[in-house]
């Protein structure tokens, strides 16, 4: 009974795929772009929106060019920060004396 069923799921599951590869062969790989003449108002759209864009872009360079050097100041005072905590654990562990050596049973 257990490989009747098995069967049967198996031999559904090989036609479901069968149909969906079927189904994606039909659709056309590539689409049909027709070209359509734009109208003045359109082409006046695009080019203020063409516009926006590159000024939004420049201000945005521009942006990141002025906070670049405010960023490498906080990235060298967080390095010398964490310098000056690495050499205080240092100073505080050479304070620390080894951990002891159990004696040795005779």
Do not use: N, W, Y
């Amino acid at each position: 009974m257990l490989k009747r069923i098995v069967a049967v799921a198996t031999t559904a599951g090989l036609f479901a795929l069968v149909g969906v590869t079927g189904a994606q062969a039909a659709e056309p790989t590539t689409p049909v772009v027709k070209k359509v003449a734009l109208t003045p108002e359109q082409k006046a759209a695009f080019e203020a929106a063409k516009a926006a864009h590159k000024a939004a872009h420049v201000a945005r360079q521009a942006a990141v060019a002025t906070a670049k050097p405010a960023i490498e100041s906080a990235r060298a005072t967080f390095k010398a920060a964490r310098d000056a905590f690495k050499a205080a654990v240092a100073t505080a562990r050479a304070g620390i004396p080894a951990k002891p050596v159990k004696p040795a049973r005779p």
